[in-house]
C-alpha cells in the first residue's frame, strides 16, 4: 500500500506562487506514474499535470500550460508541481496520486491506484 502525503497549499495573491509537494511511503516511487488533480468546489476533479515513472516525461492540461512544472526527485521519494503565475480560477483542492501499472494515458483519474488527502489553494484577485 502506498501512502502518498501532499503538502505546500496555502492563500497566495493572484501572480503568486507555490510549490506543492507529494511525498511518497515508497522507496521505488521512481517506478509510479504520478499526477496532480484538483477539484474545486462544485465541481469535478480534474487533470493538471501528470509525470511518468523513472523517464519522466510530463504531461498538462492546457490551463497550466506554461505556468506550471511538475518534476520528481527519486531520492527523496517526491513529486512536485510548481505553480507560477496563480490565477483565482487555480483555487481548488490539489490532490496527488499515483499508479504502478503502465498505461498510454495519464490524465484519467479512474487510471490512479493510490491518492492523497489534498492540500487547498486558495488564489486571491
Known amino acids: 500500500q502506498v501512502q502518498l502525503v501532499e503538502s505546500g497549499g496555502g492563500l497566495v495573491q493572484a501572480g503568486d506562487s507555490l510549490r506543492l509537494s507529494c511525498a511518497a511511503s515508497v522507496r521505488t516511487f521512481s517506478s509510479y506514474t504520478t499526477g496532480w488533480f484538483r477539484q474545486a468546489p462544485g465541481k469535478e476533479r480534474e487533470f493538471v499535470a501528470a509525470i511518468t515513472r523513472s523517464a519522466g516525461s510530463t504531461n498538462y492540461a492546457d490551463s497550466v500550460k506554461g505556468r506550471f512544472t511538475i518534476s520528481r526527485d527519486n531520492a527523496k521519494n517526491t513529486v512536485y508541481l510548481q505553480m507560477n503565475s496563480l490565477k483565482p480560477e487555480d483555487t481548488a483542492v490539489y490532490y496527488c496520486?499515483?499508479?504502478?501499472?503502465?498505461?498510454?494515458?495519464?490524465?484519467?483519474?479512474?487510471?490512479?491506484?493510490?491518492w492523497g488527502q489534498g492540500t487547498q489553494v486558495t488564489v486571491s484577485s
Open positions: 496520486a499515483a499508479r504502478y501499472v503502465y498505461r498510454t494515458r495519464t490524465d484519467y483519474s479512474s487510471d490512479y491506484d493510490y
